[in-house]
Each structure stands twice: as C-alpha cells, then as structure tokens.
Nanobody, 124 residues
C-alpha cells in the first residue's frame, strides 16, 4: 500500500513537503505520480516521475514551484511544494503505475496503486 503524509495548513507563499511511503511492494518498477483533488473538481496530476527518476514532468500550473523526487532505497517518494497558492488547496494523493521502461505516466488510468490522500490547505 501507499501512504501519503505531510499535509497541513500553511499560509500562501509557504513551502511544504509531502512524502509517500510504500509498503508491501517495491517502487523500483513503478512510475509515480502526485495528484490532487479540490472540492467539486476532478482529480488532476501535479507531478510525475519515471521509474529511475531520470524524467519528471509538471503541468504548467505548478511548474517551477513543485518538485517530485524519489528514494528507491527508502521506497519513498517526495513532493516539495513551494510558493503555495490558495488554489493549491486540495487533497493530495500519490500513485504508482507499473511500467517496464523509464517513462513517466501522465494519465490517471495508468496508475495501479493509490495512497489515501493528505490534505493541504493554503490560507491567505
């Protein structure tokens, strides 16, 4: 299973780091994505990383502010978020998608395992 943690209440402009720990399986063979879902909105991807970490991708909404990384030795993925904005408020989920090659996966349907989510609230 995947367990995401590190969320909280922060002020606009602050930074926050989310972590996602895997148990029961190795993340070595998985591409990872961080997604978020705000109330009344669809789940959207905010960061993606390939199996070996050689490739990352971010949508324009978070590019330059968010950074995804992975430590396969610790079976953990991280999402460093900076310059947080009110619109970043959402429940954040990590997800793992099995893949043979070192590519990112950008579609929700490509992910096999999901964490339970951690709330990030950005206040003014």
């Amino acid at each position: 299973q995947l367990q995401a943690f590190g969320g909280g209440l922060v002020q606009a402009g602050a930074s926050l780091r989310l972590s996602c720990a895997a148990s029961g399986f190795s993340l070595d063979y998985f591409a990872i994505g961080w997604f978020r879902q705000a109330p009344g909105k669809e789940r959207e991807g905010v960061a993606y990383i390939s199996r070996r970490g050689s490739t990352t991708y971010y949508p324009e909404s978070v590019r330059g502010r968010f950074s995804i990384s992975r430590d396969n030795a610790k079976n953990t993925i991280y999402l460093q978020m900076g310059d947080l904005k009110l619109e970043d408020t959402a429940v954040y989920y990590c997800a793992a998608g099995s893949i043979l090659k070192d590519y990112v996966l950008t579609r929700i349907t490509q992910y096999d395992y999901w964490g339970q989510g951690t709330q990030v609230t950005v206040s003014s």
